[in-house]
């Protein structure tokens, strides 16, 4: 019985001893929404869409991100505009179907689509997973995505 006991005071000794260290040590947990990871710079999230410093937009409507994506997710209307030159209509990625592979960003010749850094993308309606040309140039302009 002597040993037993022993061994479960020793035991007992190690487990608080433990508790104490980490109790007055840092804490390794983020206060998340508050604050945000540092995500890694090659994070791929939601596509935005970036202008020119003019504020005129970079897509030329080649198509060439419509064509490369694999889930075939992304969907665009071009039209012909003034001075015979394409005009983006509608540019409509759905996130449901997006395996975030980048390759529309890597085939991008105007570096107009991007991958940002969103990735909370908990919607109940899948039909909000449908991302316009306006809401990714909105996202895009925002100062965070400067850097890209």
Same mark, same amino acid.
């Given at each position: 019985?002597g040993l037993?006991?022993n061994?479960?005071q020793?035991?007992l000794? %190690?487990g608080?001893s433990l508790?104490?260290?980490?109790?007055f040590?840092k804490?390794?947990?983020l206060?998340?929404?508050?604050?945000y990871?540092d995500l890694?710079e090659?994070?791929r999230?939601?596509?935005?869409?970036?202008r020119?410093?003019d504020?005129?937009?970079?897509c030329?409507?080649?198509g060439?991100c419509?064509?490369?994506?694999?889930?075939?997710?992304?969907?665009?209307?071009t039209s012909?505009?003034e001075?015979?030159?394409?005009v983006?209509?509608?540019?409509?990625?759905?996130?449901?179907?997006?395996?975030?592979?980048g390759?529309c960003?890597?085939?991008c010749?105007v570096?107009a689509?991007?991958?940002?850094?969103?990735?909370e993308?908990?919607?109940?309606d899948p039909?909000?997973?449908?991302?316009? %040309?306006?809401q990714?140039?909105?996202?895009?302009?925002?100062p965070?995505y400067?850097?890209?």
């Amino acid at each position: 019985m002597g040993l037993m006991t022993n061994i479960l005071q020793t035991d007992l000794i %190690k487990g608080l001893s433990l508790t104490i260290r980490y109790f007055f040590s840092k804490p390794v947990t983020l206060r998340y929404p508050e604050v945000y990871y540092d995500l890694p710079e090659r994070f791929r999230g939601a596509q935005i869409l970036k202008r020119h410093e003019d504020g005129k937009e970079r897509c030329v409507g080649c198509g060439l991100c419509a064509e490369i994506c694999p889930s075939r997710a992304i969907a665009m209307e071009t039209s012909e505009g003034e001075d015979h030159e394409k005009v983006v209509n509608s540019y409509v990625i759905d996130l449901g179907l997006c395996i975030y592979c980048g390759y529309c960003q890597e085939v991008c010749p105007v570096d107009a689509v991007f991958m940002g850094q969103d990735f909370e993308l908990t919607i109940t309606d899948p039909g909000k997973l449908k991302v316009t %040309k306006e809401q990714m140039l909105t996202k895009g302009d925002n100062p965070r995505y400067d850097r890209l």
